[in-house]
């Protein structure tokens, strides 16, 4: 049985409403007090997407479902907009009945509304490394902003507690492998990538 016409024009708008995700700011600017233009909904899901790609290797979960999770964690703030924690004490938003009416016209569309349901219940090992996918990005994200003197980010890396070892963000993970990516992003420089890849000379 093919696609129908209505189905391929349902597609077609998502694809559009996905496209404005790169027009919306991360909220966490404000508090953050960061101007930076390239951290959207759109390039924070793209390097989740890759992030939870590895670590549902490392655990070992079912790669398709931690994919589809990640790619769809935050596809409601298209129409929502984002969110950080003080906005959340005065706003409610209805991501139930958003992702709702965003996934319900779509071809096969009822396995995809039970995978993003299984996320956001944080039950099932799949759940747990998207999230924890999520969360790595964070994590990236504020070394990179500390690692450009913003002290903000740097007490939100590391925590308020200096007697403590300083791994505020480590402690929201769940899963042993992003721990230890956890871990890692701690002892990296946001440079390093290109350390070996730099020369003066032209080839």
Same mark, same amino acid.
């Given at each position: 049985?093919?696609?129908?016409?209505?189905?391929?024009?349902?597609?077609?708008?998502?694809?559009?409403?996905?496209?404005?995700?790169?027009?919306?700011?991360?909220?966490?600017?404000?508090?953050?007090?960061?101007?930076?233009?390239? =951290?959207?909904?759109?390039?924070?899901?793209?390097?989740?997407?890759?992030?939870?790609?590895?670590?549902? @290797?490392?655990?070992?979960? $079912?790669?398709?479902?931690?994919?589809?999770?990640?790619?769809?964690? =935050?596809?409601?703030?298209?129409?929502?907009?984002?969110?950080?924690?003080?906005?959340?004490?005065?706003?409610?938003?209805?991501? =139930?009945?958003?992702?709702? $009416?965003?996934?319900?016209?779509?071809?096969?569309?009822? $396995?995809?509304?039970?995978?993003?349901?299984?996320? $956001?219940?944080?039950?099932?090992?799949?759940? *747990?490394?998207?999230?924890?996918?999520?969360? *790595?990005?964070?994590? *990236?994200?504020?070394?990179?902003?500390?690692?450009?003197?913003?002290?903000?980010?740097?007490?939100?890396?590391?925590?308020?507690? @200096?007697?403590?070892?300083?791994?505020?963000?480590?402690?929201?993970?769940?899963?042993?492998?992003?721990? @230890?990516?956890?871990?890692?992003?701690?002892?990296?420089?946001?440079?390093?990538?290109?350390?070996?890849?730099?020369?003066?000379?032209?080839?």
């Amino acid at each position: 049985m093919g696609t129908s016409n209505k189905d391929l024009t349902s597609l077609v708008n998502f694809f559009f409403e996905v496209g404005t995700l790169r027009k919306i700011p991360r909220s966490h600017s404000q508090s953050l007090l960061t101007g930076d233009l390239s =951290d959207n909904i759109a390039s924070h899901s793209f390097r989740v997407v890759l992030i939870a790609f590895f670590l549902a @290797k490392l655990e070992k979960a $079912n790669i398709e479902k931690v994919l589809t999770m990640a790619i769809f964690h =935050d596809i409601p703030e298209a129409r929502s907009g984002d969110q950080n924690w003080i906005h959340k004490r005065y706003v409610k938003v209805l991501e =139930d009945e958003i992702i709702l $009416n965003q996934i319900s016209p779509l071809p096969s569309y009822k $396995n995809l509304l039970k995978i993003i349901k299984e996320y $956001n219940e944080r039950k099932t090992k799949e759940a *747990l490394v998207a999230k924890d996918a999520d969360l *790595l990005d964070q994590i *990236l994200l504020l070394k990179e902003y500390a690692h450009m003197g913003n002290k903000e980010a740097e007490i939100w890396l590391k925590g308020k507690d @200096k007697k403590a070892r300083g791994n505020a963000q480590l402690a929201l993970l769940k899963t042993n492998s992003a721990k @230890k990516l956890g871990e890692a992003i701690l002892k990296t420089l946001p440079g390093d990538w290109w350390l070996n890849l730099f020369t003066s000379k032209r080839l």
